[in-house]
């Protein structure tokens, strides 16, 4: 199926281009890209600041949703809103040719912000479960929504350079993993026009700004997160004989859960196995009856993935039953969540588009970066049977002269998910724009 559309999509381009070669847009044309995005950005920064101030939680993002909405429907396209909860879906039709999907994320973090810029978010934001709590975009999903919104008046205004289906999405709750999943089981790929191409981008603390960076295959990683509840029997600190101590179990399993990456995966193989969270116990003097472990884990490959969680029900079980925790006691391991599975980059697609940044902005400022270890839930778009080419990049959005404060070691970087995180508007927001609007005009180039 995946490569029956992808013959069929490159095709087309074929058909247009002449050759499987990335389309080298005609100057002139980025000329008009760079004139209108220029134009634009002045009230895109206001509405980037607005979003900045008043950052909304997971599946709460009602007013960004509603901005988003009369965003596109002032520019034509056809809105539906509240898919997979808050999410929005615009299309626009313009003439025969490819459906190209792009994505932006709206959610915010929990964090109290600490940047101390002027358009700074000072409130509480409420949670799911109504709470108020402090809440920052620490993670530029407020740039990605600008930045959506940038693309579509340019892309809105060139559509005589450009043909074809253009779906774009506001989607809600990436920063649980829940909104892709969400918007997909809401309908996305049945109610809306299926995409033959799927594209994302991240404003990228590690990266200048305006820098562009990319990787081919993995770029995010499978993340699963457990919880391992292990049981013994408690007990009188002064007579551990008459009890099974479960905090030294899981001290041992623990340091046990080490030797999985070192010693039984492949050298080299890319994964990770976290214990992030541990608590036990009421007094000193108290052995308690149980001790709860949270595991993060990162991996490349679902076979990793596999072998990971395998690794660490086979080794809980033994250390228990080597402790002489009986059958009935053994740890309990649970998926807290389901499985985010990695965003794959198609190759094709990152190769062609990779070459077309560089005609944009220039060689040194597109760069092969290695894969993260972080979590996206845009790969799920890439997962469905319908398995849709996807692609998803990095926009540099740091102060060039803290990146570099950083590299000499005088400061510490200010990255994504911390409270002191400022990406700098301008060129981020820019760059983001102009390389949606590249995308678009190189995959779905008019006849």
């Not at 799927?198 to 200048?208: D, F, I, K, N, S």
Request: contains cysteine; aromatic residues 6%; hydrophobic residues 45%.
């Amino acid at each position: 199926m995946m490569i029956q559309r992808l013959a069929l999509a490159f095709a087309h381009l074929v058909a247009v281009h002449g050759s499987w070669a990335a389309g080298a847009t005609d100057p002139a044309i980025r000329e008009q890209v760079n004139r209108k995005v220029a134009a634009e950005y002045p009230s895109l920064e206001v509405i980037y600041r607005e979003l900045h101030a008043r950052p909304e939680l997971s599946f709460m993002e009602s007013n960004t949703a509603a901005l988003v909405a009369r965003e596109l429907r002032s520019l034509g396209f056809a809105v539906t809103e509240k898919v997979g909860n808050t999410g929005v879906v615009g299309v626009l039709t313009n003439g025969t040719g490819p459906t190209v999907l792009l994505r932006a994320d709206m959610d915010a973090l929990p964090i109290k912000e600490e940047t101390g810029l002027s358009y700074a978010s000072t409130g509480l934001s409420t949670n799911l479960s109504g709470q108020g709590l402090p809440a920052m975009h620490a993670c530029a999903h407020d740039a990605h929504i600008t930045s959506l919104i940038g693309a579509a008046r340019t892309l809105r205004a060139l559509t005589n350079h450009w043909a074809g289906t253009l779906v774009l999405i506001a989607q809600p709750a990436e920063e649980i993993g829940a909104g892709a999943r969400a918007m997909l089981a809401d309908g996305l790929f049945s109610r809306f026009p299926l995409p033959d191409f799927a594209l994302t981008l991240h404003a990228w603390g590690p990266l200048p700004a305006g820098v562009i960076g990319y990787a081919e295959g993995p770029s995010y990683a499978n993340v699963d997160t457990l919880d391992i509840l292990v049981r013994g029997y408690g007990g009188h600190g002064s007579r551990p004989h008459l009890a099974k101590d479960p905090i030294v179990l899981a001290s041992e399993i623990v340091l046990m859960l080490q030797t999985i990456v070192s010693r039984e995966l492949e050298p080299g193989t890319p994964a990770v196995v976290t214990v992030g969270s541990i608590h036990g116990g009421t007094k000193h003097n108290i052995i308690p009856d149980e001790v709860r472990l949270q595991l993060t884990l990162r991996s490349y490959s679902d076979a990793v993935a596999d072998h990971l969680v395998r690794s660490i029900e086979r080794i809980c079980a033994n250390l228990a039953r080597a402790a002489g925790i009986p059958e009935d006691r053994l740890p309990v391991i649970s998926h807290a969540e389901q499985r985010l599975p990695l965003v794959d980059n198609n190759p094709m697609l990152t190769r062609r588009l990779a070459a077309t940044f560089q005609n944009w902005f220039g060689q040194n400022q597109v760069l092969a970066e290695k894969p993260t270890t972080g979590g996206e839930d845009f790969g799920l778009l890439g997962r469905t049977s319908h398995r849709v080419p996807v692609f998803a990049w990095w926009v540099g959005a740091q102060d060039p002269a803290r990146l570099d404060a950083a590299k000499r070691g005088v400061t510490p970087l200010a990255s994504n998910h911390s409270a002191l995180f400022a990406p700098v508007p301008e060129p981020t927001i820019k760059t983001s724009i102009l390389s949606f609007c590249a995308a678009v005009l190189d995959l779905m180039p008019a006849r």
